[in-house]
């Protein structure tokens, strides 16, 4: 018999990736997705066409018990999240209900559908590096003080401490990954690293002139998506349940980032390109984060294999290919 995934948000960058993985292992996968016209599925279908995707909201405890019926999971990877960490601040309410309830929901979904033995089935909780904000010790370990500045960070915390709460109280095999920055090509145009690879590839084709950031000193540790999928799932082929950093365990720059992809299209003087714009910095800006994944490499065996520079350049040609063909 087959191994059995649910995702949810597997409409999403980490989601799609896992998605792919899990399907290369043998494992039968289920995604749950929000709302019937969502889309995104055209896109997941076309990702990975063997994905069963089931219909389900983590604000609706019974819909999540209906999706817990129907796909029998031996794992559930909880992806679902509102995850733009600027629009947390626009809708608060809605940021809270799902990032941070939707877990709890989940959790408990999970522990009723499981019955006598809650640890039978194996839970996945994305934590964040936002969860840090203010850090309080550089780098970042799994057991340093969270104190995060944006109501995404804050949502994210309460869901950590859902996770080890019920693995605590009930012996469910609940672990969580404390992944920090992760991007890919199929990050959302909205965020920062897809906003700079887009308006690149645009630049470079002469489809537009210039771009509009923030804060370009900002630092993080930005590894890539299919590498941190991998971590995830080795977590939970562990006896026991952990929560464990996932980081590259270097930072880079938002400068930086800005320097490797306009050299990858052959422009050196890229500051004449770009603006900074106080409408695109935090409420609470979040300086420096940076991880130290010692416990996963140590435990997991997992270690990043896609550098920080060939990550920059793997979305800049990615985009270009885009804008080449809806040119």
Do not use: C
Not at 96 to 118: C, F, K, Y
Not at 189 to 212: C, H, N, W
Not at 247 to 264: G, K
Request: no cysteine; hydrophobic share 40%.
């Amino acid at each position: 018999m087959s191994q059995r995934a649910l995702i949810t948000g597997i409409t999403g960058q980490d989601g799609m990736y896992l998605a792919r993985l899990l399907v290369s292992k043998g494992y039968e996968v289920f995604g749950l997705v929000r709302g019937q016209n969502n889309p995104k599925v055209p896109f997941v279908r076309a990702w990975v066409p063997e994905a069963t995707l089931i219909t389900g909201d983590l604000q609706d405890q019974s819909s999540l018990l209906r999706a817990l019926d129907r796909s029998q999971p031996d794992e559930v990877y909880n992806l679902g999240a509102i995850s733009f960490v600027a629009y947390s601040w626009e809708n608060a309410h809605l940021t809270s209900q799902v990032t941070g309830m939707g877990v709890l929901n989940l959790l408990e979904a999970i522990r009723l559908h499981a019955g006598a033995d809650p640890s039978r089935v194996r839970f996945y909780q994305a934590s964040s590096s936002e969860m840090f904000g203010r850090v309080q010790e550089v780098p970042q370990r799994e057991d340093t003080l969270l104190w995060p500045r944006s109501p995404y960070g804050v949502a994210k915390a309460f869901g950590h401490h859902m996770t080890v709460n019920y693995r605590e109280s009930y012996g469910m095999h609940a672990s969580s990954g404390i992944l920090f920055n992760h991007e890919s090509p199929l990050r959302g145009p909205e965020f920062v690293t897809r906003k700079i690879s887009t308006s690149v590839a645009r630049i470079a084709l002469g489809l537009q002139d210039g771009l509009t950031l923030g804060n370009l000193d900002a630092k993080r540790d930005w590894g890539f998506a299919g590498d941190s999928v991998d971590a995830m799932w080795r977590m939970l082929q562990q006896d026991t349940p952990d929560d464990y950093v996932v980081s590259t365990n270097e930072t880079h720059s938002v400068r930086e980032f800005l320097q490797v992809a306009f050299a990858h299209i052959g422009i050196t003087d890229w500051e004449q390109h770009v603006r900074q714009d106080p409408e695109f910095f935090r409420p609470a800006e979040v300086d420096l984060l940076i991880g130290d994944s010692s416990k996963a490499r140590d435990v997991l065996g997992w270690q990043p294999e896609v550098q920080f520079a060939d990550l920059v350049r793997m979305m800049v040609d990615s985009d270009l290919e885009q804008q080449r063909t809806a040119a």
